[in-house]
């Protein structure tokens, strides 16, 4: 496995235990996040704040069925189910577009579906 593959498994196992020092080691400080239609975050920060969004609790289920890498761009696809503090669950698809710099995540472009 690549080095830049492992930085995005690494990335997924903190999303998996809601392990935001985990999360937030595998990004560069300017790191941008986006979710086509819902947000575009620039910086730690902003990215921090995404981490669990208001209704959801934490710790999804992520199952990644592929992976595959090309210069400095991961493109990780699969499942996740999301849960929310009322108890419910939302089912999504998701493939995420990982653009890496010197080790670390500088973009994420998640396009994420309903399933």
Known sequence: MTENKRIVQKYMEGFRKTDREKILSCLTDDVEWEI???????????????????G?????????????????????????LARREDGTSLPLAFC????????????????????
């Open 56 to 80: 959801f609790a934490g710790n999804p289920v992520i199952s990644v069925t592929r992976m595959t890498e090309e210069n400095d761009v991961v493109i990780a696809e699969g499942t996740v």
């Open 96 to 115: 995420d577009a990982f653009v890496l710099e010197n080790g670390k995540i500088r973009r994420l472009t998640s396009y994420l579906m309903k399933t």
């Open 36 to 54: 086509p239609g819902l947000f575009h975050s620039r910086g730690r920060a902003e990215f921090n704040d995404h981490i669990v969004d208001p």
